[in-house]
């Protein structure tokens, strides 16, 4: 039944540029999963960041580092979206 469920199921199908941002303590989808879907994207060839926040969720309003999700998040966007190189 957790594979019928599972985004790694399609990973396949992907296509679309994919940014993964992810708080070292977001429990609702384990580190493992994250990286495993990651790595299936790089694997096919799909351009992919996979960006880890230490010590929050990825909702925490607080930056982790020198850059926060919100910074990846539009750098990420003017890369595909404008087509243009951050």
């Not at 679309?16 to 999963?33: A, I, S, V």
């Not at 607080?62 to 539009?74: H, I, K, Q, R």
């Amino acid at each position: 039944l957790q594979w019928q469920q599972s985004p790694l199921r399609y990973a396949d199908h992907v296509t679309t540029p994919t940014l993964f941002l992810h708080g070292e303590e977001d429990y609702r989808c384990w580190k493992l999963e994250a990286i495993q879907m990651f790595t299936a994207l790089q694997l096919r060839g799909v351009p992919s960041r996979l960006v880890f926040s230490q010590g929050k969720t990825t909702n925490s309003p607080a930056p982790a580092g020198p850059v926060s999700g919100l910074e990846e998040m539009l750098r990420w966007y003017q890369r595909y979206l404008n087509k243009q190189e951050a």
